[in-house]
């Protein structure tokens, strides 16, 4: 009875309090949390730069990480399908009242992650090598990015779970206690680096066992916080495999999938085209990703604010808050943006050689490219959280094509032809190319379902 009432509780709150004072409530733990996510990501590249005090030597490691990227990214494809598929059934099943769901989707959506991590480790622990290969090294990247992904692959199953309830926490509005999950193993993490890589001189395996005790200790941090407030608990005896509960999640999960999945196809198609230029242009376009991420990780965060305040109001068919927190969103990330693109443009330079100041090579490789990302930045906000607001509104198709579109639909073809054509400016021109198309594909899928939201205001201002 006492969850119940601080569930219908929540609810009010959810779909009463002002929209905009909601959104930033909600967003700055998750931005929060994305930011240290990000820094520790980069502080992985960082360090590993590090090594053997510089040289072709920490060229090769750095790249190694660039090369282990898109296995990263798979084991966060299905960390957030099952994070985000659960997650947004589970805000809307709350916002119409139906808690007993929402508890079983919960538990469903982390055990299925659960195994789905054991199943990756399994799968890429077994093939490891050609793996490695497949992922885009070269033969002196190879003995880094091997002794890198093998750990990683260890720490995918409590990974991929760990998205799951990062995401869970969030969507049923406690993203303070999701921040507390990530936020602490982030932290933990850039601890970690230093101590395993130079004073247990353990080089680039380091890195990977920083990484996956952090990802636990998170893991751990975010179970315990399941099991406080009235969060909905995990338990097996709700762990529902049915058609029901897998096609929600898929409806919800999708986007996210497509978007991550091909997020790491395009990382691998990029470190291999890439590749005929030599390592330093690997490493170059491997920093200005984790640059670029750092910078899309805030607004993302921001957009993840939103996702709760839309997911609810569009269950209780709220529909004009639904409409007034997205432009809310848009705009100031929008803002936030282009201040950013502004600084990258001007420090380019300062930025790579951060990472790696003894290359020339990769500073100037990777100055430029930076630099032509930078132009197309500020569109990032648009795309994104439109791309929420269909996922959560179960617009799967809509969801779907736009997060196939940046790095699938256009950035494959493009990479695939642009080097032939320009050579490396064709590998650092194919990004930002494919984000001002995306835009224009999010643009014209969302007007729509902005008028579709509209209607659905009007009709149930007249019943």
Known sequence: MQTDEKQNQKLITMTTAPVEKLILKLAVP?????????????????????????????????AAVGVAFPLMAIIQAFGFMFGHGSGNFISRALGRKDTAEA????????FMALLCGIGLM???????????????????????????????????????????????????GNALFAMIGIGSGGLINMGLDPLFIFVFDMGVSGAALATILSQFISFCLLLVGTLKSDNLKIKWKNFTPKPHYILEMLRGGAPSLFRQGIG??????????????????IAAMSIVSRVMMFAN????????????????????????????????????????????????????????????????????????????????????????????????????????????????????????????????????????IADACTFILALILQTGLLRKIKRLEAAEGRA
């Not at 490789?365 to 569109?379: D, F, K, Y």
């Not at 579109?405 to 990479?415: A, E, K, M, S």
């Open 264 to 281: 790491s196809v395009a990382t691998t198609v990029l470190n291999n085209a890439a590749a005929a230029f030599g390592d330093p242009a």
């Open 297 to 432: 990780s805030l607004v993302i965060g921001f957009g993840q604010g939103f996702q709760p305040v839309c997911g609810f109001n569009y269950g209780a068919k709220q529909y004009g808050r639904v409409r007034r927190g997205f432009f809310f969103c848009v705009k100031y990330s929008t803002i936030f943006l282009c201040c950013m693109a502004a600084l990258g443009l001007i420090f380019a330079p300062a930025v790579i050689s951060f990472f790696r100041a003894d290359d020339p090579a990769v500073i100037e490789i990777g100055a430029l490219a930076l630099r032509l990302q930078c132009i197309t930045l500020p569109t990032f906000g648009y795309v994104m959280i439109a791309n929420m607001m269909m996922q959560t509104t179960a617009q799967t198709m809509r969801a779907s094509i736009v997060a196939l579109g940046r790095q699938g639909l256009f950035f494959l073809p493009l990479i695939a032809v642009l080097p032939m054509i320009l050579g490396l400016l064709g590998i650092q021109i194919a990004q930002p």
């Open 103 to 110: 508890e079983k989707m919960a538990s469903t959506g982390f």
């Open 122 to 172: 399994a799968l890429g622990l077994l093939f490891l090598h050609p793996l490695v290969k497949l992922l885009g090294s070269t033969e002196t990247i190879l003995p880094h990015a091997t002794a890198y992904i093998r750990l990683i692959l260890i720490g995918c199953p409590w990974m991929t779970a760990s998205l799951v309830l990062n995401n869970q926490l969030r969507f049923q």
């Open 30 to 62: 998750t931005m929060v949390s994305m930011m240290i996510t990000s820094i520790y990501n980069m502080a992985d590249t960082f360090f590993v730069g590090q090594i053997a005090a510089g040289g072709a030597e920490a060229t090769s490691a750095t």
